[in-house]
């Protein structure tokens, strides 16, 4: 078995998107020669099958062999891709699941080659995106991970629903791909997440990821916590939440106290309106003070912890210092571990970080390796690893190597007409002082 290419996760994981497609993990190819599908070539769905049927499916074992072979999987392209350029990729994320919640899994891959790579567990970790209920209209988000985004951009886009999912399940059947009204999908409710994994998964799971849409309030999710809690399985269960921490629910903040670990990972790009921006309709003042108070009911509780998720933009890259630089000044006055749970960037659509001027990029690298040389001593060590990885992968980005303003320009343009009230030049001056240079 080589290391070089090998991810444990199709031993040990399955996700589960926001319209009920099971795949092999949340990053996994949506490319149609590599999709997660049936001998019927119809996408694994929660709606049409069962967890069983996926987990020792002749795709996910064909993907199993490959793997163990040291073979670079195409099902995988996305993680190598963000790997060869020195970026942060799920399949790192998947070594450190190994670690903190089944440290056994070499045991079980081994079992399974000698069987023609069947596992006869359920999985240890399922990552669940319940539903598209979202109270944000994130601009680099869609309108299948955010009921908002769908209602916010309907009458400004004619393709609002454009599905990364394609037509082979019955949420996405229109013959062009395109789909005007916004989705819904509320399967938590008509499913059920008890359904979905009822008491016998619950026996194996060491490690939960609930993302959305916005977790935290979506119902279903504090129900079913609340039942992990209530019947001991939380104890032996690593607890993970995605949040754009706008709210906080008092029934979620109790919650966290009953898991082994819970791990908050708050979203947060930027430093004041370019996050506002960004993160539609966010209050920055709110989220700083959420953030605030999740940091120190990570203090009072030595199993909660608190993690940032930064995506970068075209429209936040200027300013990851601002960020970062006060990532740095948080964990010295809370005297607390806070983890960056990943950077990552966004290659489509109107915010595509390709769009940013190659001088642009080259600036903010060297103002982190600034703030990396002058606080290096008083930062832990995965800090300045996370620093490390996100100077490299600014460094070797394909940005606009011509130093062209027009395209971030055009961008702009549109963004103003989104938000009428703010001065969307003056948030971004960065983009309009350095192109007449």
């Excluded at 590599?34 to 099958?49: A, R, S, V």
């Excluded at 104890?235 to 908050?264: G, S």
């Amino acid at each position: 078995m080589s290391e070089k290419f090998f991810c444990s996760f199709p031993w040990g994981h399955l996700d589960i998107e926001t319209n009920g497609d099971i795949k092999y993990c949340c990053a996994s190819s949506y490319d149609d020669d590599h999709k997660f599908k049936d001998e019927n070539n119809q996408h694994y769905n929660i709606h049409t099958h069962s967890i069983k049927d996926a987990w020792n499916s002749s795709r996910i074992r064909a993907l199993r062999q490959k793997l163990y072979n040291g073979e670079r999987a195409p099902e995988c392209a996305n993680c190598w891709q963000s790997e060869d350029i020195g970026g942060w990729s799920v399949r790192k994320a998947a070594q450190g699941a190994e670690k903190d919640s089944y440290p056994w899994i070499s045991e079980i891959i081994k079992k399974s080659a000698q069987n023609n790579f069947y596992v006869d567990h359920t999985p240890y970790f399922y990552q669940i995106q319940t539903g598209n209920l979202c109270n944000l209209a994130c601009k680099m988000c869609h309108a299948n991970y955010s009921t908002t985004y769908g209602e916010f951009y309907s009458e400004i886009y004619e393709d609002v629903s454009l599905p990364k999912y394609q037509p082979d399940t019955e949420y996405a059947k229109s013959p062009d791909h395109r789909v005007k009204d916004p989705v819904r999908f509320d399967w938590p409710s008509t499913v059920g997440l008890t359904q979905l994994i009822d008491d016998n998964k619950l026996k194996n799971l060491t490690r939960l990821y609930l993302s959305g849409g916005e977790p935290t309030i979506i119902k279903e999710n504090l129900d079913f916590l609340e039942k992990l809690v209530n019947n001991g399985y939380s104890k032996n269960i690593f607890l993970i939440i995605t949040t754009n921490i706008t709210k906080i629910h008092p029934r979620f903040a109790e919650v966290l106290k009953h898991f082994k670990t819970a791990m908050l990972i708050c979203s947060m790009d930027a430093v004041g309106e370019p996050n506002e921006i960004q993160r539609y309709p966010t209050v920055y003042e709110t989220v700083e003070k959420n953030l605030q108070t999740y940091i120190n009911l990570s203090k009072q509780h030595q199993n909660i912890r608190v993690s940032l998720n930064i995506v970068l933009s075209c429209l936040t890259l200027p300013y990851v210092d601002k960020l970062l630089q006060k990532y740095i000044d948080t964990i010295k006055e809370n005297e607390i571990s806070i983890d960056i749970a990943g950077v990552p960037f966004v290659e489509k659509g109107d915010l595509n970080i390709k769009c940013v001027p190659q001088e642009i990029a080259t600036n903010t690298a060297q103002k982190l390796k600034s703030i990396l040389d002058i606080n290096k001593q008083d930062m832990p060590s995965y800090a300045v690893g996370n620093f490390v990885d996100l100077i490299s992968a600014l460094e070797n980005w394909q940005y606009n190597h011509e130093n062209n303003y027009a395209d971030i320009h055009n961008i702009l343009d549109r963004i103003q007409a989104h938000h009428p009230d703010r001065n969307i030049k003056q948030i971004f001056d960065i983009y309009y002082e350095n192109c007449y240079a």
